[in-house]
């Protein structure tokens, strides 16, 4: 359910709504708008009748909010969401690009990743210090010394950084060090990981599962916002269909179906969604284009020696080539791509 308050309604009285509903044992969760405030109720409704708060002073009208997923769904907040990353605004005409390697590997990959994706337009470095790797024996990340490293990569540079965190306990460590707590998509439905993450102080990057649809997606988005984060940002890498000739099968109509649905920012990730360095561009491209707030790519100095995801890392050269057809894109669509900072 949703109270709309009028435009003309006075703190007091909002204040006032906000009270009467708590009474009920319900949470508000408030949306100051640009026409009017809107207060999403959720918890356990039965026995309190809805239209008792339609008379109060200040509220317009209260609503039903038709998909099940309240705080996430553009009912609620009808005005797009802006999530800041450090300084970064992601959602708003600037479009996001995260760059770095799958896995932060040593001082010299990272900080030659970081120089480089930065003078393209990257604002914010990826890379996994906590590998969510398909194998055990597999390599599994360096864990805090490669978020340290990461760190002090991105400070060089200014830029925000993103990185995974796999398990609760590992929320204090990465927070130290990241400006953007990733979800990976194996992750997506720990719900009692999702629900701590919504007690953390920083946003959070919530990865569409491999078999997740849409809705479920958004209701994982939807522990967050519950839990008292307001600040998450989705992004697609693909889902798991019958078809073998890419790693993963990028849904890319899932940007309009989100934009639709909810108000929270898309980014979509083609490294993880073909998973071959030879389709990534056409993807990204394609995922400007369809109107994502911006793209996450995997960049590595060497990608025939990367430690994970080399087949499906850019080389520089691609990178740069990749940013340079997707500004011109995002440009068309009146969205601009930083300028890089060359040092
Ligand atoms: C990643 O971005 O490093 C990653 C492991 O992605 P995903 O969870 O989408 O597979
Ligand atoms: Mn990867």
Redesign the pocket.
């Given at each position: 359910m949703i109270v709309i308050c009028k435009s003309s309604a006075i703190e007091s009285q909002i204040k006032a709504i906000e009270a009467e509903i708590g009474k009920h044992g319900l949470q508000v969760h408030r949306s100051d708008g640009v026409a009017h405030t809107i207060l999403g109720v959720v918890g356990d409704r039965s026995g309190v009748d809805p239209q008792s708060f339609a008379t109060m002073p200040g509220v317009r009208e209260v609503l039903q909010v038709s998909t099940p997923f309240k705080l996430a769904s553009r009912e609620f907040h009808p005005d797009d969401t802006v999530v800041y990353v450090g300084d970064v605004k992601v959602g708003g005409t600037e479009l996001a690009v995260m760059a770095g390697p799958?896995?932060v590997e040593g001082v010299e990959q990272i900080e030659t990743t970081a120089q480089f994706v930065s003078s393209h337009g990257a604002r914010i470095l990826?890379g996994?210090a906590f590998?969510?790797r398909t194998s055990p024996y597999s390599f599994q990340g360096l864990g805090e010394e490669g978020l340290k490293m990461m760190r002090s990569a991105a400070d060089e540079l200014n830029l925000a950084v993103v990185t995974?965190v796999m398990t609760i306990d590992q929320i204090p460590l990465v927070s130290k060090y990241a400006d953007l707590l990733?979800?990976?998509?194996?992750?997506m439905q720990n719900f009692p990981l999702l629900t701590e993450l919504g007690k953390a102080n920083k946003p959070i990057f919530l990865?569409?599962g491999?078999s997740a649809t849409i809705k479920d997606w958004l209701m994982s988005a939807e522990y967050i916002l519950s839990s008292g984060n307001a600040q998450v940002i989705l992004?697609e890498?693909?889902i798991r269909t019958f078809e073998t000739a890419t790693r993963n099968t990028l849904d890319l109509s899932a940007v309009p179906v989100v934009k639709q649905l909810s108000h929270l920012p898309i980014i979509v990730?083609p490294?993880?969604g073909v998973g071959d360095r030879r389709y990534i561009a056409a993807m990204a491209r394609a995922a400007v284009a369809a109107g994502a707030d911006g793209i996450?790519v995997?960049v590595h100095p060497d990608p025939a020696r990367a430690l994970s995801?080399g087949p499906q890392s850019l080389t520089f050269e691609q990178f740069a080539a990749l940013i340079n057809r997707c500004r011109i894109i995002g440009t068309t669509l009146g969205r601009r791509i930083p300028k890089g900072t060359d040092r």
């Open positions: 799958c896995a990826r996994g590998k969510p995974e990733q979800v990976g998509a194996r992750n990865k569409r491999l992004c890498r693909g990730d490294s993880h996450m995997e995801d």
